[in-house]
């Protein structure tokens, strides 16, 4: 399974960015996917999930101003955010659960190492 994602880039606060990530080589159903980010110094901590079903669920911060959506006929997991604030400067990093031994992940704001990851992409938000 290979992830790609793109979009991350320097912006002012209050602005919005797309982020996009590619989905290869996934032959098997994922129990969900995800965007989550690691800011400087900090852990890795869960933004937003969708699972098979397109439900969807949120990190408290960002409730309101991040969007996760999907195009499944081309493979591509999506993060809109909006209102973006100097507290969302992070990498953020695309992910899928497909090991039926780590679905719990699902509803958990960590993630196991041990799913899919992608390379990151960096989001900088200025003030």
């Known amino acids: 399974v290979q992830l790609v994602e793109s979009g991350g880039r320097s912006v002012q606060a209050g602005g919005s960015l797309r982020l996009s990530c590619g989905v290869r080589?996934?032959?098997?159903?994922?129990?969900?996917m995800g965007w989550l980010r690691q800011a400087p110094g900090g852990g890795r901590e869960g933004v937003a999930t969708i699972n098979g079903d397109g439900v969807t669920a949120y990190g408290d911060s960002v409730k309101g101003r991040f969007t996760i959506s999907e195009d499944s006929a081309r493979g591509i997991l999506y993060l809109q955010m909006n209102s973006l604030k100097p507290e969302d400067t992070a990498m953020y990093y695309c992910?899928?659960?497909?090991?039926?031994?780590?679905?719990?992940?699902?509803?958990?704001?960590?993630?196991?190492?041990?799913?899919?990851w992608g390379q990151g992409t960096q989001v900088t938000v200025s003030s």
């Open positions: 992910a899928a659960v497909t090991d039926s031994r780590r679905a719990s992940d699902c509803s958990s704001g960590s993630w196991s190492p041990d799913n899919h």
């Open positions: 080589s996934l032959t098997e159903d994922s129990y969900c």
